[in-house]
């Protein structure tokens, strides 16, 4: 018994190590290699489709999340359409949409500039002037939190010079 089971080893070995063929290694073990390849054949087609569904699932998933991520970009175009219309009322200027993103990202930079007691006070004012506007120069400095923009984050580092070798 322990003869064989090292033999069987021994012969997995050498199949392993391409010293042996399949067929040898299948016929020690009293195995019809035709119906073997046949198994391995199923199996191989089961394991395509399967590998087919996985991905076409995820395809659908990924389909899904963009038309979320449109729909969500919809949403805050709307707002700023808003908020222009707002502005232009007003003040009877229009502005660009880049124009917009670049002075909601300027008062979110000034206000992250400013200590946190004006800050907060700051942004109550802008929100209950401005909902819009203030709701996103407000997003706009948690995002800049996020990325370590924080006030000391945007102080430049001191300049030194390197250490003189002695000699």
């Known amino acids: 018994m322990v003869d064989d089971l090292q033999r069987k080893m021994y012969l997995l070995q050498l199949n392993q190590a391409k010293k042996i063929?399949?067929?040898?290694?299948?016929?020690?073990?009293?195995?019809?290699?035709?119906?073997?390849?046949?198994?391995?054949?199923?199996?191989?087609?089961k394991q395509i489709k399967i590998?087919?569904?996985?991905?076409?699932?995820?395809?659908?998933?990924?389909?899904k999340m963009q038309a979320t991520a449109q729909k969500v970009g919809l949403k805050s175009q709307?707002?700023?359409q808003k908020y222009q219309e707002k502005l232009q009322q007003e003040t009877g200027m229009r502005m660009e949409p880049?124009?917009?993103?670049?002075?909601?990202?300027?008062?979110?930079?000034?206000a992250m500039q400013l200590p946190?007691?004006?800050?907060k006070q700051y942004l109550e004012k802008l929100t209950?002037?401005?909902?819009e506007v203030g709701n996103m120069v407000?997003?706009?400095?948690?995002?800049?939190e996020m990325a370590g923009m924080g006030t000391s984050a945007m102080k430049p580092l001191p300049e030194q010079k390197?250490?003189?070798r002695a000699e």
């Open 51 to 63: 590998l087919e569904d996985t991905m076409l699932h995820q395809a659908e998933l990924q389909a």
């Open 21 to 45: 063929s399949d067929t040898t290694l299948l016929d020690f073990n009293d195995l019809d290699i035709d119906k073997e390849l046949a198994l391995i054949q199923e199996e191989n087609k």
């Open 78 to 80: 709307a707002e700023l």
């Open 116 to 119: 946190a007691e004006q800050r």
């Open 98 to 110: 880049q124009n917009l993103l670049s002075q909601i990202n300027m008062i979110a930079i000034k």
């Open 128 to 131: 209950n002037t401005y909902p």
């Open 162 to 164: 390197p250490p003189r």
């Open 138 to 144: 407000q997003e706009m400095i948690k995002k800049m």
